[in-house]
Nanobody
Framework: QVQLAESGGGSVQVGGSLTLSCVTS????????MGWFRQAPGKEREFVAV??????????RYSESVEGRFTISRDNAKKMVLLQMNNLKAEDTAVYYC??????????????????WGQGTQVTVSS
């Protein structure tokens, strides 16, 4: 049974930092791209960052809105993916989800290309 479980969310002030964790089980972790997405109230779920699976290069990609502030990393031995978030802004407030996919790299930023999802963790950034 595929399982993804996020943790690490919380409330922080503008300019602060948080690290989200996603622990997984039930699938061959290193064969999957691992992505972070977020959904703010009243908005669609959007791509945040992805760690490309080692077999496809093992690179990382970010949305423009978080580039330079967020860092995604993965530990293939522990089957987990982290999202380090620095210099948080009010507009980063959302529920953050991790997800797994084996899609071709051309689709790696698309929500619909991810099959398995965690339950989400709330991040609230206030001034």
């Amino acid at each position: 049974q595929v399982q993804l479980a996020e943790s690490g969310g919380g409330s922080v002030q503008v300019g602060g930092s948080l690290t989200l964790s996603c622990v997984t089980s039930g699938f061959t972790f290193r064969d999957y791209h691992m992505g972070w997405f977020r959904q703010a109230p009243g908005k669609e779920r959007e791509f945040v960052a992805v760690s490309v699976r080692p077999g496809s290069g093992g690179t990382t990609r970010y949305s423009e809105s978080v580039e330079g502030r967020f860092t995604i990393s993965r530990d293939n031995a522990k089957k987990m993916v982290l999202l380090q978030m620095n210099n948080l802004k009010a507009e980063d407030t959302a529920v953050y989800y991790c997800a797994s996919s084996r899609v071709a790299l051309s689709g790696i930023r698309q929500v619909e290309m991810y099959r398995s999802w965690g339950q989400g963790t709330q991040v609230t950034v206030s001034s």
